[in-house]
């Protein structure tokens, strides 16, 4: 079946560090890949998605590309802000009938230090 | 009111108590899900009803019972759960259209202690 791998965390910065969170995935044919965001006390919010090859998602200063030949959709960011700790979440979904399933990563938790 | 919203955000419940967590979309969706969130595990998708019928039960115990009256309300009832079903559970809605880029929204989550 399809499954997400990402990194454990937690992953602790400084302000203003690079952020990479890596990503890969196994699913048949060619799902589409997001990345979500959970903040302290919230539910998971969209971060940014891509729904074929070579695709970048880009959104508040994070990217993400869809790299089908390494089956990997890592996500960064240059430049961190205390305000970007959260646990972050990727997922996919398939084509098809069942492209409201979303398959989640484990997620990984990011702290921010100023 | 906009967005997913979920009612209780917290309870805390024995294990013979009948609980009942309620979620309302404001979004005009069609799709609406039911995941569990555990400590060191990833996100389970429990439920998932398309205009109001359940498509996905992914081998939920029977202790858990969803109930989706509309297309906008969706209720997780609960009964005699144990200790392990302690976690955050998350509602989430999506549209439910052709469209491959299917994204779903989610509710802040109901944080939920068995005793």
């Known amino acids: 079946g399809d499954s997400v791998t990402q990194m454990e965390g937690p992953v602790t910065l400084s302000e203003e560090a690079f952020l990479t969170i890596n990503c890969t995935y196994t699913?048949?044919?060619?799902?589409?890949l997001f990345w979500y965001v959970q903040y302290p006390g919230e539910g998971l919010q969209l971060l940014l998605k891509?729904?074929?090859?070579?695709d970048k998602g880009s959104n508040k200063g994070f990217e993400a590309t869809y790299r089908k030949e390494t089956t990997s959709f890592h996500l960064e960011k240059g430049s961190v802000q205390v305000s970007d700790s959260a646990v972050y979440f990727c997922?996919?979904?398939?084509?098809?009938?069942?492209?409201?399933?979303?398959?989640f990563g484990g997620g990984t938790r990011v702290l921010v230090k100023p | 009111e906009t967005g997913v919203t979920q009612t209780p955000r917290h309870l805390v419940m024995g294990m013979t108590n009948k609980k009942s967590l309620k979620c309302e979309q404001h979004?005009?969706?069609?799709?609406m899900y039911w995941y569990k969130q555990s400590a060191k595990k990833p996100l389970e998708l429990m439920f998932v009803?398309?205009?109001?019928?359940?498509?996905e039960n992914n081998s939920v115990p029977s202790r858990f019972s969803p109930e989706c009256p509309n297309s906008s309300h969706l209720f997780l009832h609960l009964h005699t759960l144990q200790p392990e079903d302690s976690a955050l559970y998350l509602c989430?809605?999506?549209?439910?259209?052709?469209?491959?880029?299917?994204?779903?929204?989610f509710g802040p989550g109901t944080r939920l202690l068995v005793l």
């Open positions: 989430a809605s999506s549209p439910l259209t052709a469209s491959i880029q299917e994204t779903q929204y």
């Open positions: 891509a729904t074929k090859a070579d």
């Open positions: 979004l005009g969706h069609n799709a």
């Open positions: 699913a048949t044919g060619y799902p589409s």
């Open positions: 009803y398309n205009f109001k019928e359940q498509t």
């Open positions: 997922a996919l979904s398939p084509l098809g009938a069942a492209g409201n399933k979303l398959t």
